[in-house]
């Protein structure tokens, strides 16, 4: 599975969007991307996942460049309650993986009132 | 509402001791996974499961052994837990079908004195 990069923190103030930068330069053809997110004290949770098109949900929005070798996340309207570490995961959709994910750091998002 | 349990939120044990760590999911999902969580080191996949009595190794299975008698249940056992054992434990399901998504566990706080 491709590798990816994100920034270690960001801050955002409450009612604005939350835009959630990944980098995954080696991504191959067949492999999507996910967003997870995990707060505190809690199991992480699915948020959104595309191949090559935006795709919007109740939760969230994945912008994925042309090249597709980056994404970013939308939060449109950050509340605290979104506050909490935020996972880009590239993974094969099919094959044998199981649906194994590999996370990384991801980014902490801190919303402030 | 679709559910990940697991046994315990919190858990402490002694060195040497076979300690079991229990998830039970109610979704019919084919596949369940473990994971630890450690500060700096992020999600690391132990173990998962496709199937009863099926079992494939993660990335660090080292120290673990896992059982799945039965299809909503994953536990996954340290025979001779140990301190570097001390971790977040977190169990997840999937379906087969739809690999998208993995649904958590709310997590057990393991500490091995």
């Known amino acids: 599975d491709a590798k990816t990069t994100q920034p270690p923190s960001m801050d955002c103030a409450e009612g604005r969007a939350a835009n959630l930068p990944c980098n995954h330069s080696?991504?191959?053809?067949?492999?999507?991307v996910y967003w997870y997110r995990q707060i505190h004290s809690q199991g992480p949770q699915y948020i959104i996942h595309g191949l090559k098109n935006n795709e919007t949900n109740e939760m969230a929005s994945l912008i994925i460049t042309e090249d597709r070798k980056s994404s970013t996340l939308i939060l449109p309207h950050a509340t605290l309650r979104d506050t909490a570490v935020y996972y880009c995961i590239v993974r094969l959709a099919g094959g044998t993986s199981y649906g194994k994910l590999t996370f990384g750091q991801g980014t902490i998002l801190t919303v402030h009132p | 509402d679709v559910k990940v349990t697991q046994s315990s939120r919190y858990l402490v044990k002694r060195t040497g001791e076979k300690v079991f760590l229990e998830c039970v999911q109610d979704m019919d999902h084919e596949n369940m996974f473990w994971y630890r969580q450690d500060p700096g080191l992020g999600l690391r996949l132990i173990y998962f499961?496709?199937?009863?009595?099926?079992?494939e190794k993660g990335d660090i299975p080292e120290g673990y052994s896992v059982s799945r008698e039965k299809k909503e249940r994953f536990s996954l056992i340290l025979e001779s837990a140990s301190t570097n054992q001390t971790s977040m434990y977190l169990c997840a399901s999937s379906s087969l079908r739809d690999k998208i998504e993995q649904f958590f566990g709310p997590g057990t706080r393991l500490t091995v004195l």
């Open positions: 499961s496709y199937d009863v009595k099926m079992k």
């Open positions: 080696t991504i191959s053809g067949n492999e999507y």
